[in-house]
């Protein structure tokens, strides 16, 4: 089978494509033909080495941890899921097992291939609602997933202020439609591009990066983009009592913050106990949760795709079709 693969460490310009051996499902687990598939930070991180400390590479490596496609072979054990449904989901690939600290870890060979293989017990893979279209599907399983899961920790009620920033990536694209829909006055961050965008998706307010522009006494904050650095910047835009939910991987500490009068809520649900690859389905056959793919890319241009999403602004989420 061909895969899109890093054969050493460096920039995403160093991918190319490899034919590989076509991987077979053991106990447990599904072969699924890959139809759609996101890139994501991960996948640049990993090939530049930033996870060396953690999980060294053996090469090739495949990338690739959010899919949509079809089960195509199913190993002993399986009851879920049978040869010909429509799947989709999240999974890291193999080679980064130290870096899941999950009781149920949702793992691949690696989704920019034309099959990969997946563990099919995870609550991070669901069926495919057939009202969700593959491209969707493929986009949205982390920034669904994730959206779904900071507006139960912030518990917006109607009314309040949402401050969003970072809101032009794949979590935000899906949030500030939520944000909206219950209620929330939205204020996002974004280039002067984007504020069309934005409004439409939502935001009543659309700021430019500087902090120095950041609105003040809002009920949240969603911080999608901050390092742990610049949370207090954040922080100072809420009222006291606000909460400040962060995605940003670890945990921060409160003393971050500059201030004790709020409340910080941290996102990382690699079980799925917020909720999981169900829920999203549900939610985006219901028509309430999207999100907005910025470009999509032909898997022969894969390696410019990987290269696009990190070099370039993409409003949305980067899709590569097979």
Known sequence: ?????ATRYGEPEQLSFADLDLPRPGPGQIQVKIAAAAINPTDIRVI?????????LEFPYVPGNEFAGTVTEVGAGVTDYQVGDEVFGQAL????RLVVAARRPSLSTGALAEY?????????????????PVEQAAALPIAGMTALGVMTL????PGETAFVIGATGGVGTA??????????RVVATGAATDHTVLRELGADEVLGYDAAGYPSGVDAVFDLVLPHDRLSAAAAALRPGGRLVTIIYPEPAKELLGRDDVDLRYFMDMDGEIGGMREVAEAAERGVLSVRIAR???FEDAVEAAVTYAREHNLGKVVVTM
């Open 1 to 5: 089978m061909k895969a899109l693969v």
């Open 48 to 56: 530049t080495g930033a996870y060396r400390g953690t999980a060294e």
């Open 93 to 96: 690939p193999r080679q980064l």
């Open 116 to 132: 990969a293989v997946f563990e099919a017990s995870t609550p991070l893979l669901a069926h495919r609602p057939a009202a969700v």
């Open 154 to 157: 912030a518990a917006i009620r």
């Open 175 to 184: 949030l500030v439609p939520l944000l909206a829909a219950a209620g929330a």
């Open 296 to 298: 999509r890319y032909r």
